[in-house]
């Protein structure tokens, strides 16, 4: 039997989306899942993929941004694929929430064809991680590394469909290259800057099915401003669901 975590009921993009996430810190939604909605170029219509979903908040800000898509995710823990489908219900968002695991190639196959995909992987290599099971396993790769996930996202997706992936700065060589072994080039680099002049924390990355362009340098997204409110750009993608990329 799976037991639900204790949630609270938050929102995101200035209450547009409407939030149940577990009390336990290392598994509730940030800015990061916010700001990879932001960036997938997704049109009305199209079909889009989540892998390691929790509880839907990157899938669901990019529904509010973008309406008629068809959702589909997939989250290992039952627990909160469970709750991620509790939020496409509450949001009247048309998902499909799955319980799988990324290592399941073929189950990513049988979800294709779809025309992006995207995913908030788990930071950092195996090795020291929290002891809370949930924690560890939203900050620390349980066994799969970046080029499982890049290969999960990539296995269904159409030919020129774009993946996307929020990683820190310090993995961001190696995203690029796991997304090389997935068949996904042309590379679009987009730095996320905690303020002007400071080095950037986190990346998103984004790369297109059989694309063979080389890879681009974006001028990124300044966060905060010298007083640590949010700038204007970046509250437009964090309140106002404004896209960061065309």
């Known amino acids: 039997m799976t037991i639900p975590p204790p949630v ?15 009390v336990q810190g290392g598994l509730r939604a940030g800015l990061d899942a916010v700001l990879l909605a932001a960036a997938l170029p997704a049109r009305p219509g199209q079909r889009v993929l989540e892998a390691g ?31 991620a489908a509790e939020n496409a219900t509450l949001n009247h968002a048309e998902a499909e929430v799955i319980t799988g695991d990324v290592a399941d190639l073929p189950l990513a196959r049988r979800l294709g ?38 290969a999960f996202l990539a296995a269904g997706l159409r030919h020129g469909g774009t993946l996307a992936l929020v990683l820190p700065a310090a993995r961001f060589d190696q995203g690029a ?47 905060h401003a010298a007083d640590g409110s949010y700038t204007a750009a970046a509250q437009a993608a964090l309140r106002d669901a404004a896209a960061l990329t065309a």
Request: net charge positive; charged share 15%.
């Open 113 to 150: 064809p779809y025309d992006h995909a995207m995913a908030n992987p788990p930071y950092w290599p195996g090795g020291t991680a929290p002891p809370a099971p949930g924690r560890a396993s939203a900050t620390h790769e349980q066994g799969a590394t970046l080029a499982d996930w890049a």
């Open 177 to 223: 290259a796991a997304l090389r072994a997935a068949s996904c080039g042309g590379t679009l680099l987009l730095p996320l800057w905690p303020r002007a002049g400071v080095a950037a924390k986190r990346v998103l990355l984004l790369a297109r099915k059989g694309g063979r362009g080389p890879a681009i340098l974006a001028p990124g997204l300044v966060l």
């Open 53 to 83: 979903c929790g509880s839907g908040a990157a899938m669901l800000c990019l529904a509010a941004r973008v309406p008629g898509l068809a959702l589909l995710a997939v989250e290992r823990d039952p627990a909160m694929a469970a709750l």
């Open 8 to 22: 609270t009921e938050d929102t995101l993009l200035g209450g547009r989306v409407r939030l149940r996430q577990p």
